[in-house]
């Protein structure tokens, strides 16, 4: 049986529906958190405690703590021996250590960031045996670059094949939500939204909400396991994208909300989303402020209509867009590259 090294962190959205897809498929699979240090994990205790250090003592704790993830890394490829060395992102890892794993076994990087991370993208691409985007735009350039080890992997939704429809038999709770960040500079998204006050608006994310005229419609921030639990609960979920960043391929939500049951309305300003998803029969694209009310309306009013295509669009993601179909894709590419 084959042995991968799956390389993330402990809270990784895609950590635990990776691991399992890759167990499903034979492999024994060993977890390797690159942030495990307390230097380095996101919102950790010592890293606040240590916010009033002077900067030149918390970047050599940086680094030191870097160092010793990076050595660590390698140690546990050289114990665990695997056939695959798999990475999300792991912007942490040197190039010494990426070449250090090279010697070990094949390594494969997911890398989850638009063009607008480019520099930390070539940065990492040119070191792995096989690099992943999700986004074509990234892998076009890459090959202008001669980096041909690049490959497009599209997001997918942690749903198996034998998995029923979550609303089949049960009536939402929410009907019209929202899960997302608020920026002061982006108010489109305050504006789009305000739209919906009059329709059961739900809205949660960044506690900046609560500045906004939309305060009262803003329940909180939220889980990863808690949004799953929401959109399985909603009739309605908007994704609203952050306009003006180069690219055609879609975040995670298009297929967390299909996946989960809800139908999704998406701004239709990355092409991808008519690439995964077909338009007015597994989602409902939008533009802007402008038009949104006027393509959801409808939807409202006719609950027949908003199930055929909710259930549409899960049953397309539970075909199409699924860790399962991902990992296939990703030993495939490995096994013709």
Same mark, same amino acid.
């Given at each position: ?24 498929? @034979? ?92 520099? @930390? ?18 892998? =076009? ?136 998803? !077909? ?22 009013? =006719? ?12 049953? !397309?993601?539970?075909? =199409? ?17």
């Amino acid at each position: 049986m084959k042995k991968c090294l799956f390389v993330t962190t402990e809270h990784s959205v895609f950590r635990k529906p990776i691991e399992n897809a890759l167990q499903r498929v @034979g492999f024994i699979v060993e977890t390797f958190d690159y942030r495990g240090s307390q230097f380095l994990a996101r919102d950790s205790t010592v890293k606040k405690m240590t916010a009033a250090l002077p900067l030149s003592v918390r970047s050599r704790l940086f680094h030191h703590a870097e160092h010793r993830i990076n050595r660590s890394l390698v140690e546990a490829a050289q114990t665990f021996r695997p056939d695959l060395i798999f990475v999300i992102k792991g912007k942490e890892l040197t190039v010494e250590t990426i070449e250090a794993l090279n010697k070990i076994a094949v390594t494969a990087n997911w890398y989850p960031e638009t063009i607008d991370h480019w520099g @930390g993208i070539m940065a990492a691409a040119p070191h792995y045996t096989y690099f992943f985007s999700f986004d074509q735009i990234v892998i =076009d350039r890459l090959r202008q670059a001669g980096i041909h080890s690049a490959h497009y992997l599209p997001f997918c939704a942690d749903v198996c094949a034998d998995d029923r429809w979550p609303q089949e038999n049960t009536a939402p709770e929410y009907n019209v939500v929202f899960i997302g960040t608020y920026h002061p500079e982006r108010a489109d998204r305050e504006h789009l939204l305000a739209k919906f006050v009059d329709y059961g608006l739900d809205i949660w994310g960044s506690d900046a909400w609560k500045r906004t005229s939309l305060r009262n419609f803003y329940r909180g921030t939220i889980s990863n396991e808690g949004m799953i639990d929401v959109y399985r609960r909603s009739r309605i979920v908007i994704n609203h994208y952050i306009t003006g960043l180069p690219g055609s391929g879609i975040n995670l939500r298009p297929f967390e909300v299909t996946g989960a049951g809800a139908l999704l309305v998406n701004h239709d300003g990355r092409s991808d989303i008519f690439r995964m998803f !077909r338009a007015g029969e597994e989602f409902i694209p939008f533009s802007g402020v402008s038009d949104i009310l006027q393509k959801v309306e409808p939807i409202l009013t =006719d609950e027949s209509e908003r199930r055929r295509i909710a259930r549409n669009g899960f049953n !397309r993601t539970r075909r =199409d867009h699924t860790y399962d179909g991902r990992i296939a894709t990703i030993l495939a590419v490995m096994q013709n590259p």
